[in-house]
């Protein structure tokens, strides 16, 4: 089980590593890799594709977003909130023309 300490670690961690790199877009397995080097190699907490972190048991206890402005920020969670153990979702993919020019941009 993570410790309070270690979950603001790896949540410090995740929010600097992405701003330095500039990073445009969410990468699970990027970001499951900066948790798990953060706390020393364990795997305590586990990243979703929606860019929530799970403690062992599933729960809820951070998240990771980028604001409008491009910025990536890391929050905590209400681990006692209803449905604290529900995965958020993932942005939808652009498709058409919406995905032609989130391409070009990129």
Known sequence: MA???EIGRALAAVAATLNDQKLEHFD???VQD???EALGGE?????DDGGGLHDLAGTRVG????TPSGEWITERQNE????????IPREPEHT???????KLKG
């Open 28 to 30: 699970t397995s990027r």
């Open 34 to 36: 900066i948790v798990t």
């Open 80 to 87: 006692t909130a209803e449905r604290a153990d529900a995965a």
């Open 96 to 102: 058409g023309l919406k995905g032609l020019l989130a």
């Open 43 to 47: 795997q305590l907490l586990s990243v």
């Open 63 to 66: 998240v990771v977003r980028r």
């Open 3 to 5: 410790t309070e300490v």
